[in-house]
């Protein structure tokens, strides 16, 4: 299938990275980020002051015994960082720059599929794949109707698939065919139309499919829409990424967790000359990646991009999903009656302000943490219309989830996003209302009433 994305946006932001960079920091700390994960419950298995590998486990899932998280540095644990009501959030680990791999045995051709799972939960890979609906960590007891991977970046400010997939074109086909042998349907591979990647577009044993067109054309919850969409709460479909491929291959043909990642340093709050990407590891200290590259003016730093991204401390770690850091400026005065004002500098998706008339800046637009207004009552449902290529009402079902009708959301298209799909219209929201908060409870909710809450 060709999908061509009409309806969405691509924000003009200005600060993007163009070019590559060497990581030379001496890193001293990573974590492994457990953020994502907040509606599990976990079982720690390692100790303060404990040495680990690469690859080993350091927490289990509680609901699902022998699902493991793996440690991505070798060194001794530093601390234990908590939230409200004493929830993990990140596992510190003082690297000490041995890169010990905490080793598991290759497995040969002709495995079984059991054998194949087991591998996957001791290895820590199954917090790369998400299932739908609900969007929770996989379940290895049910096995995907589908399974997909997109191979398209849309977010502002992230590297590309093909930057993350370089250097790892044998691991990413293993871990396609691996993923074949854990569906009874197809795997689904959804790239962009103009990408030459080898590693995608000469990908074998996948249904291959092109995208174009705006964000959100990279979100995974477009594609199932499109090829082949959620029909209700025992419907199950797995979804990665191009990093999540990449780790399956590499733990089950090689025994090795993976951690290599690009990461991004951008936006306007980072020096022009240092917004880069960087061949970098996963849970990296924010502070490493920021260092010496800030200009100095009050300023917030985000884990993520910019519409769905976290935001952090220069003392935090990048969450576990996370391939950049970004950086606006913040902004801590309001300006006199700037709803009178013609607004010719300031961004306007709604063509609110005169700059919505007129040809937008080839450098980007200005932005920064100044939402100008509070939370108030939706005004026009139409205006949501406009990001959204699903035919999802994105008023409707905001305002069931509030009612708790759930039976009404599942109508108006519950079990097809995740929260993450409403980062723009919350981006446009004339009424700053904070709709990525409200689906992910709305799914959480409706979870736990249909016995899918683990």
Not at 15 to 35: R, S, W, Y
Not at 365 to 374: L, M
């Amino acid at each position: 299938m060709d999908i061509v994305v009409k309806k969405g946006l691509d924000v003009p932001l200005k600060g993007k990275a163009f070019d590559f960079a060497p990581f030379t920091k001496n890193i001293k700390q990573c974590a492994l980020n457990l953020e994502p994960f907040d509606d599990l419950r976990f079982k720690l298995l390692v100790k303060e002051g404990q040495s680990v590998s690469i690859g080993e486990p350091l927490v289990e899932n509680k609901s699902i015994a022998g699902q493991f998280f793996a440690s991505p540095a070798s060194g001794a644990i530093a601390e234990f960082r908590r939230g409200a009501k004493r929830r993990l959030i990140d596992v510190v680990i003082n690297v000490d720059g041995q890169k010990k791999l905490y080793k598991h045995d290759p497995m040969q051709t002709g495995a079984s599929k059991e054998q194949i799972l087991e591998r996957l939960m001791q290895g820590g890979i199954f917090p790369y794949i998400r299932m739908r609906p609900f969007n929770k960590i996989a379940d290895p007891k049910r096995l995907p109707r589908d399974i997909f991977v997109s191979a398209v970046e849309s977010l502002p400010y992230q590297p590309t698939a093909e930057m993350q997939v370089e250097g790892f074109e044998k691991e990413f086909q293993h871990g396609l065919d691996v993923l074949n042998l854990l569906t009874e349907g197809s795997v689904h591979l959804v790239v962009h139309k103009e990408s030459a990647c080898a590693a995608f577009t000469e990908a074998g044993g996948v249904c291959k499919h092109t995208v174009s067109g705006p964000h959100p054309c990279g979100s995974s919850s477009l594609h199932i829409h499109k090829i082949a969409p959620v029909t209700s709460t025992q419907d199950v479909i797995w979804s990665l990424s191009v990093t999540g491929v990449i780790a399956v291959g590499k733990m089950v043909g090689q025994g090795l967790y993976h951690i290599d990642r690009v990461v991004g340093v951008a936006g306007e709050g980072v020096q022009p000359d240092k917004r880069n990407f960087f061949k970098a590891r996963a849970g990296l200290c924010v502070a490493d990646l920021v260092s010496d590259k800030l200009e100095e003016q009050p300023l917030r730093l985000i884990s993520g991009d910019p519409l769905t991204g976290q935001k952090v401390s220069a003392e935090d770690f990048l969450g576990f999903d996370h391939t950049s850091c970004s950086v606006l400026l913040e902004n801590q005065k309001r300006q006199l009656l700037h709803f009178f004002r013609l607004g010719r500098k300031k961004y306007s998706a709604t063509r609110a302000y005169l700059s919505g008339h007129l040809p937008a800046p080839k450098e980007g637009a200005h932005f920064t943490t100044n939402q100008h207004g509070e939370e108030r009552a939706f005004i026009d449902g139409k205006v949501y219309d406009k990001v959204m290529p699903m035919r999802i009402p994105t008023m409707h079902l905001i305002k069931a989830i509030l009612a708790e009708d759930f039976e009404l959301a599942e109508e108006l298209g519950l079990l097809e996003v995740i929260p993450e799909d409403f980062a723009l219209a919350s981006f446009i929201c004339p009424s700053k209302i904070e709709m990525i908060d409200i689906v992910k409870r709305g799914l959480h909710h409706y979870a736990v009433e249909t016995g899918h809450h683990t």
